[in-house]
């Protein structure tokens, strides 16, 4: 691990060009796709899909938005979903679903329709079924509906259930969901669709510093992680090898991993799933060194916005990724 002071902006280079590449083998390659972050970047999301799917990677993860998809009580509307879903299957993907409810991947991560939440969650507080059980019943009622309408869909390979589900919700929240909340999500999901692998991902610190505190704020129950290994049949890993400190004007600080140190977390994980017959997905864009699942790709509505700005070399790297 060290501390480390740099420009926060600092000139392109071409170094993506030789940087080596080890061949993935039988790692399968995905990315995620955000359409509220590719609208924010002021890109057309449909267009944004259809030029990210032109690439040849295996299956894309598409989340199922509770308040894009019940905008009112007891509508659901499944639109925003199934032109993502449709353009993936045109396209050959196959599709892992993230369905939340609660949280899913994209900021701000939380996505409860108001009419389920008439006041925000209490911050440092453990939701859980006795402190809000109109939420968890709304909260399956909607995973059902969703797998109800996409368990007949071939391209479907898995559901994951909620996002980092028991973690606080990065710097903006410090309320967690309990981890009988989330067991309760997945029995749903499960009793509807017992042949594919329910997914849970963590966020895996990198650092002491960071691990400590991660155990500080989630010590009465236990992190993600924890859980993921009782319940998931796949253990997603959110890997951050570099944490922002602060930033001072041009400058920023923040703590790296080191290459042996981060490793070294993969790999004790990695035994750990391969002797207990589960799979693991790491969504970062670093080799790991570990023999993987698959590999979650993050971050590609902005290489589009940076390929618009001229620079190619986010594209680029992708491109030399998926030819290894």
């Known amino acids: 691990m060290s501390l ?21 083998g039988s790692t399968r390659f995905g990315i995620s796709f955000r359409p509220l972050q590719a609208e924010a ?3 057309e999301p449909r267009a944004a899909l259809s030029a990210l799917l032109e690439h040849p990677y295996e299956f894309i ?71 809000h059980p109109e939420l968890l019943t709304a909260a399956m009622a909607f995973a059902a ?14 559901w994951q259930v909620e996002h980092e589900a028991v973690d606080p919700l990065g710097m903006e929240h410090s309320w967690r969901l309990a981890t009988e909340f989330v067991k309760r999500e997945v029995a749903v999901v499960k009793a509807l669709d017992p042949k ?22 989630t010590r009465d129950q236990g992190d993600s992680l924890s859980l993921a290994r009782v319940v998931a049949e796949i253990i997603g890993v959110d890997v951050y090898p ?15 991993a080191g290459e042996g140190e981060w490793q070294g977390h993969c790999g004790r994980l990695f035994r750990w799933a391969g002797a ?7 969504n ?35 491109k030399r990724i998926l030819m290894s």
């Open 284 to 318: 970062l864009a670093r080799q790991s060194g570990c023999a993987l699942d698959a590999y979650l790709f993050w971050g590609a509505e902005y290489w589009l916005l940076r390929q618009q700005c001229g620079d190619d070399s986010y594209l680029g790297a992708f």
């Open 196 to 217: 594919r692998p329910i997914l849970l991902n963590a966020f895996m610190p990198m650092s002491m510093p960071v691990a400590v505190q991660q155990w500080w704020r």
């Open 41 to 43: 970047m002021g890109l």
């Open 4 to 24: 480390r002071i740099k420009r926060s902006a600092r000139p392109l280079t071409d170094r993506w060009r030789q940087v080596p590449i080890e061949a993935r």
């Open 61 to 131: 993860r598409l989340a199922a938005l509770w308040n894009r998809m019940e905008p009112t009580l007891d509508i659901f509307d499944s639109s925003y979903l199934d032109w993502q879903v449709g353009a993936a299957e045109r396209a050959g993907k196959k599709v892992l679903l993230a369905l939340g409810a609660v949280k899913n991947f994209g900021y701000p991560e939380f996505f409860v329709p108001k009419h389920h939440l008439r006041t925000q969650l209490r911050e440092g507080s453990l939701v859980s079924e006795a402190s």
């Open 145 to 158: 509906r969703v797998v109800h309408k996409y368990r007949d869909h071939e391209s479907v390979i898995g």
């Open 242 to 256: 570099c944490h922002a400190l602060g930033a001072v004007g041009n400058w920023s600080v923040y703590l790296e």
């Open 276 to 282: 207990h017959g589960r799979r693991m997905m790491v």
